[in-house]
């Protein structure tokens, strides 16, 4: 069975930092991994995702602020947020990307202002 369990959400304020961790049980690692996210009454929109060899890409919107890694070893990727705004508020989920045919139950992100 395919699990990803999604952890480390939180609430905190303008310019704090977050690091979510995803893991991934049930299935070869050796996949694509997205971060996604929705805010309240909007779609859900991809954040970040990271290849199996490591390749990454961001949305315009997180450039330069949060970072996507994985650890193959644990089978567990993470997405390391810094420099945090109140449009970052949502739920995060991660997926496997960009098929999206598994996912977590996310974890809720909270930045004050």
């Known amino acids: 069975q395919v699990q990803l369990v999604e952890s480390g959400g939180g609430l905190v304020q303008t310019g704090g930092s977050l690091r979510l961790s995803c893991a991934v049980s049930?299935?070869?690692?050796?996949?694509?991994v997205g971060w996604y996210r929705q805010a309240p009454g909007k779609q859900r929109e991809l954040v970040a995702f990271?290849?199996?060899?490591?390749?990454?890409n961001y949305a315009d919107s997180v450039k330069g602020r949060f970072t996507i890694s994985r650890d193959n070893g644990k089978n567990t990727v993470h997405l390391q947020m810094n420099s945090l705004k109140p449009e970052d508020t949502g739920v995060y989920y991660c997926?496997?990307?960009?098929?999206?045919?598994?996912w977590g139950q996310g974890t809720q992100v909270t930045v004050s202002s």
């Open positions: 049930g299935i070869i690692f050796s996949i694509n």
């Open positions: 997926s496997d990307h960009p098929y999206g045919i598994h």
């Open positions: 990271i290849g199996s060899a490591g390749r990454t």
